[in-house]
């Protein structure tokens, strides 16, 4: 899995926590609509998150989306190799902007 040489070292010093995104790692992929948002807004709540910082690889751009629905649960941002959030805003799946 992405992060398994980080992680244990994130661990050593702080309140490290990854999960499975719905259709990625382990988890089940589904083909009812859903919010990514809202899925990471219901871990940390589960977990008793008050405040976290977030986002490495894919989930900077969740963490993007994150932030902006919920500015009041994020204490920073980490955004390492992070996409830009929405798909219909990342660079890589759409075409060049032209004027």
């Excluded at 070292?9 to 083909?31: K, L, N, Q």
């Excluded at 998150?49 to 629905?69: H, K, N, P, T, Y």
């Excluded at 992070?82 to 660079?91: D, I, T, V």
Aim: proline content about 5%.
């Amino acid at each position: 899995m992405t992060w398994d040489g980080q992680f244990p070292v994130f661990a050593r010093s702080f309140r490290a926590i990854r999960y499975d995104r719905r259709g990625y790692g382990r988890s089940e992929t589904t083909t009812r609509d859903f919010s990514a948002v809202a899925d990471l807004l219901a871990v940390l709540d589960a977990l008793k998150v008050e405040r976290a910082v977030l986002g490495c690889s894919s989930g900077g751009g969740l963490a993007v989306d994150f932030i902006l629905a919920h500015p009041e649960r994020v204490s920073a941002l980490d955004l390492a190799c992070g996409g830009a959030g929405q798909p219909s805003l990342n660079a890589c799946s759409q075409p060049p902007m032209t004027k």
